[in-house]
């Protein structure tokens, strides 16, 4: 969280009309975020931005974490790791997208996008969104989380068979992991919103 905060200090104090290299990366990065929010919500998505590219970010910047070779410096307590190769970390920001599309679920559309009244049609239905709701954040803790932590174990596996060149094919391809499953919790994050927000055709 240090690190982002220090690099979006650093990429909006000088903020000019005609931008320079460090504007324009990080206004294409927030045009991109916008281009997804568009396509995937609608009219409505731009609002939610700021919670889809928070997590983008952290998600990506905590996975790459696990590539550097902090591995190498051990600890009493263990080694360095990526935060996301921590069930209670993805699982605490799953919590927050369920509360978040929740809330705004239920701003757009009143309790009728959890309610759907009391015939039995209406109870199946409300049963099916609940364990719905229950099971998408389940889901995306565990996708991230078990993606990260094999992936630590396998350079650490591959670490310790041959030190020199042969982890270094295998932490490219986590890099590769780090970006897909950082968009996957992004798009899922959108996906589940424009549900909340948006009637169903």
Same mark, same amino acid.
């Given at each position: ?45 731009? %609002?939610?931005?700021?919670? =889809?590219?928070? #997590?983008?970010?952290? &998600? @990506?910047?905590?996975?790459?974490? $696990? ?73 995306? %803790?565990?996708?991230?989380? =078990?993606?990260? #932590?094999?992936?630590? &174990? @396998?350079?650490?596996?591959?670490? $310790? ?41």
């Amino acid at each position: 969280m240090l690190f982002l905060i220090v690099v979006a200090f650093v990429a909006t104090r000088k903020l000019a009309l005609v931008p320079g290299k460090a504007q324009v990366a990080c206004e294409a990065v927030i045009n991109m975020f916008y281009g997804f929010a568009d396509t995937m919500v609608g009219e409505k998505g731009r %609002a939610h931005v700021p919670l =889809a590219a928070s #997590l983008f970010l952290f &998600i @990506l910047t905590a996975n790459l974490s $696990g590539q550097l070779p902090l591995r190498l410096f051990h600890l009493k307590e263990g080694e360095f790791a990526s935060p996301t190769n921590d069930i209670n970390m993805t699982a605490a920001m799953a919590i927050i997208v369920l509360i978040y599309y929740i809330v705004v679920g239920i701003k757009a559309k009143g309790f009728r996008f959890i309610y759907h009244g009391l015939s039995f049609n209406g109870i199946i239905l409300t049963l099916v969104d609940l364990l719905e709701m229950i099971t998408r954040p389940l889901s995306l %803790a565990i996708r991230l989380y =078990a993606n990260i #932590l094999a992936g630590e &174990i @396998l350079v650490t596996i591959v670490l $310790g068979a041959c030190a020199y060149a042969a982890p270094i094919p295998v932490m490219l391809f986590e890099i590769l992991v780090a970006f897909i499953q950082a968009v996957v919790f992004m798009m899922l994050t959108f996906s589940y919103i424009s549900s909340s927000v948006n009637d169903e055709h």
